[in-house]
């Protein structure tokens, strides 16, 4: 299992940026996969999941109503549309497989990481 996170930037507030999750070797269609966080000095948080196929997806609150995550079979990737981004945006985003395809217990089941992409918000 190898992923590939990219798309990451430098982007003034209230802008956007459109983070991909590509796998390659695997149907990415077959695994629920979440997006993670880390920024400096904090703990990785979750960020949102979609579960296998175009199943349900879910949030965590701080980025419900301006992110949203896709997903594109025919690419075997996943996206992370980021709008509206803030400071406390900032962070190197991940993306991992889940261990339950339907995203139970997604932001404490990761399995397989992909290296992460740096997005930065400032002015």
């Known amino acids: 299992v190898q992923l590939q996170a990219s798309g990451g930037g430098l982007v003034q507030p209230g802008g956007s940026l459109r983070l991909s999750c590509a796998a390659s070797?695997?149907?990415?269609?077959?695994?629920?996969i979440g997006w993670f966080r880390q920024a400096p000095g904090k703990e990785r948080e979750g960020v949102s999941c979609?579960?296998?196929?175009?199943?349900?997806?879910y949030y965590e609150d701080f980025v419900k109503g301006r992110f949203a995550i896709s997903r594109d079979s025919a690419k075997n990737t996943v996206y992370l549309q980021l709008n509206s981004l803030k400071p406390e945006d900032t962070a190197v985003y991940y993306c991992?497989?889940?261990?339950?395809?339907?995203?139970?217990?997604?932001?404490?089941?990761?399995?397989?990481w992909g290296q992460g992409t740096q997005v930065t918000v400032s002015s």
């Open positions: 991992a497989t889940i261990m339950n395809i339907d995203c139970t217990a997604w932001r404490s089941k990761p399995e397989d």
């Open positions: 070797g695997f149907p990415l269609e077959d695994y629920a």
């Open positions: 979609i579960s296998v196929g175009m199943g349900p997806t």
